[in-house]
């Protein structure tokens, strides 16, 4: 165990019940639902917390004007964007555990639906848009075996706004869960020797029966190998990466792209990357994002942050309740990142397109009958 976190689990334990119960953390409590879904029936998990539907969303943030005189400016103008408050820096030292490393600290949340859900924060301010270092990783990493029920602990990362982070400066995130995740369930079943398929092994890249673009790869036990922890833990981060730019340079080919999705495209290869990044004992997943929330039905959709691509989501009114177990996680979720099938229409905007089929093979049909 690296020093920083000798005794972390008692420690996460101990902080939290005290900044539960000084009130500088808010626990909400919320029912859980459990949906079927029809990949390898595995059972995905709905989180009904009425009360967040109060918490503001997001923060609010501020253009800095350059203070120099137009003509001392760089021909490239450097806007920066300055978050009013910057929970994280200064971060309230209730909700402080301990660190993880040089670099990092480690944050109770504040707002938790899972007890002990916590932050692995970089002490430096760092953009939450800014690829995951070797030293992120570890920190994560170290965090995960140190757990209780390490086996079922989960990380992420809101790698840009479209994957659901609220805040710009970089944290991961971990769930100390009592249970696997679903994500954790399927990709076990995936890896399982089938019909025709041989079973997957530490390395190997495929994806999971989701309709939008995913890689995952298995982790070697850093026990089995001559390789360093972080050498794992970076081979793996840039053969994801990899995967993700080499698929959605195929998707950006489809001829029926439309034009805003293109430049989704592009905008993912160049600079404005989002993806959901999800890291366990056994596994490292990715997945690119197009949007935050997925189509509306009626008027509701759901904010879908990495979570969702674990399995887990979270519906703050009854309306998304409901929506949620009437199509099934996965298929909201997956519209959230590149979607294989549909991809250019909402629901709504599939009605519409239906409508004005048919009306146009009505015109067709009169048309051709004069012939
Ligand atoms: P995200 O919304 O994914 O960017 O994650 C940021 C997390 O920070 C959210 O889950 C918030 O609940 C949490 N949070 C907000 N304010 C604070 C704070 N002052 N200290 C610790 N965590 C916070």
């Given at each position: 165990m690296i020093p920083f976190l000798d005794g972390f689990d008692a420690k996460l334990?101990?902080?939290?019940?005290?900044?539960?119960?000084?009130?500088?953390?808010i626990f909400t409590p919320s029912e859980t639902y459990k949906i079927k879904e029809t990949v390898y029936n595995i059972e995905c998990q709905v989180s009904y917390a009425p009360a967040?539907?109060?918490?503001?969303?997001?923060?609010?943030?501020?253009?800095?004007?350059?203070?120099?005189?137009?003509?001392?400016?760089?021909?490239?103008?450097?806007?920066?964007?300055?978050?009013?408050?910057?929970?994280?820096?200064?971060?309230?030292?209730?909700?402080?555990?301990?660190?993880?490393?040089?670099?990092?600290?480690?944050?109770?949340?504040?707002?938790?639906?899972?007890?002990?859900?916590?932050?692995?924060?970089?002490?430096?301010?760092?953009?939450?848009?800014?690829?995951?270092?070797?030293?992120?990783?570890?920190?994560?990493?170290?965090?995960?075996?140190?757990?209780?029920?390490?086996?079922?602990?989960?990380?992420?990362?809101?790698c840009g706004s479209r994957s659901g982070a609220s805040q710009p400066h970089k944290h991961m995130q971990v769930l100390p869960l009592e249970e696997p995740a679903p994500i954790a369930t399927l990709v076990r079943e995936c890896s399982k020797r089938q019909p025709g398929k041989k079973e997957n092994r530490p390395g190997d890249v495929f994806s999971v029966p989701f309709n939008c673009i995913n890689h995952v790869i298995l982790l070697p036990d850093p026990e089995k190998t001559d390789?360093?922890?972080?050498?794992?833990?970076?081979?793996?981060?840039?053969?994801?990466?990899?995967?993700?730019?080499?698929?959605?340079?195929?998707?950006?080919?489809?001829?029926?792209?439309?034009?805003?999705?293109?430049?989704?495209?592009?905008?993912?290869?160049?600079?404005?990357?989002?993806?959901?990044?999800?890291?366990?004992?056994?596994?490292?997943?990715?997945?690119?994002?197009?949007?935050?929330?997925?189509?509306?039905?009626?008027?509701?959709?759901?904010?879908?942050?990495?979570?969702?691509?674990?399995?887990?989501?979270l519906a703050k009114t009854k309306e998304e309740l409901e929506l949620v177990q009437t199509r099934g996680v996965l298929e909201i979720v997956a519209e959230t990142g590149f979607s294989f099938e549909r991809t250019q229409r909402s629901p709504e905007e599939e009605a519409k397109h239906r409508e004005q089929q048919e009306a146009l093979e009505k015109q067709m049909g009169s048309a051709l009958s004069f012939l």
């Open positions: 334990s101990s902080a939290y019940k005290t900044a539960l119960a000084s009130g500088e953390l967040l539907a109060k918490k503001p969303h997001g923060v609010l943030l501020t253009v800095e004007e350059d203070p120099r005189p137009k003509l001392d400016r760089p021909s490239t103008p450097v806007v920066k964007c300055v978050q009013n408050t910057n929970p994280f820096l200064p971060h309230t030292p209730a909700l402080y555990v301990t660190d993880a490393s040089e670099e990092h600290k480690i944050l109770l949340n504040k707002f938790c639906i899972v007890p002990r859900h916590f932050l692995v924060v970089t002490k430096e301010f760092c953009q939450q848009t800014d690829p995951l270092t070797p030293e992120d990783m570890l920190a994560v990493w170290n965090t995960l075996k140190a757990v209780r029920n390490t086996r079922d602990a989960l990380a992420f990362y809101n390789k360093s922890e972080e050498d794992i833990l970076v081979e793996a981060y840039i053969t994801l990466m990899d995967a993700m730019m080499m698929s959605i340079r195929e998707y950006a080919e489809q001829e029926t792209l439309s034009e805003q999705d293109r430049d989704l495209c592009s905008s993912l290869m160049s600079t404005s990357f989002a993806y959901s990044w999800i890291l366990t004992r056994e596994f490292m997943m990715i997945v690119p994002r197009k949007q935050e929330s997925s189509h509306p039905v009626n008027g509701i959709a759901l904010d879908i942050n990495t979570l969702g691509f674990a399995g887990l989501v």
